[in-house]
């Protein structure tokens, strides 16, 4: 996998309140606005399916690829053997509060066709997210790196 983009910020909270926003997908919207929702389909757990529905999309089916509570969520849209996108929280106990870090990374043998785009395009709209994420965690202001 190639990094494509790395979004960070610090909630005033801990991680625990920051991944359950993180994985409260009828909030999504409120953190992430070129989203409309998200969806865990069953449990929360690795080979499971997340759903995402982008605005001006279609609905997306994840594979949970890492849930590791409250710590790491990374999410993986495949394009069968050819091609993958990443899309992945991390969340760091940093002084009283949390340090999240959005990655966005694009991996196999045609992923300059079928997901660079789309990771490209994906790390401007969501540069963002992690300091909204942050500020609805804490319901206070957030400071971005």
């Known amino acids: 996998m190639e990094l494509i983009a790395t979004a960070v910020a610090h909630a005033e909270t801990d991680a625990q309140t920051v991944w359950e926003r993180l994985i409260d997908g009828r909030r999504w919207r409120e953190w992430s606005p070129a989203t409309d929702w998200m969806v865990v389909e069953e449990t929360l757990e690795p080979g499971n399916v997340v759903t995402i529905k982008r605005k001006r999309g279609r609905q997306t089916a994840y594979r949970i690829q890492v849930a590791d509570a409250p710590r790491v969520l990374a999410l993986v849209l495949t394009f069968g053997p050819a091609a993958q996108l990443r899309i992945a929280w991390t969340l760091e106990a940093e002084g009283h509060g949390t340090l999240i870090r959005q990655t966005i990374e694009s991996g196999g043998r045609l992923r300059r ?17 992690p300091a909204r994420l942050a500020e609805l965690a804490a319901g206070v202001g957030t400071s971005v790196r």
């Open 113 to 129: 066709w079928l997901t660079d785009p789309l990771a490209r395009r994906g790390a401007e709209r969501w540069a963002d997210d």
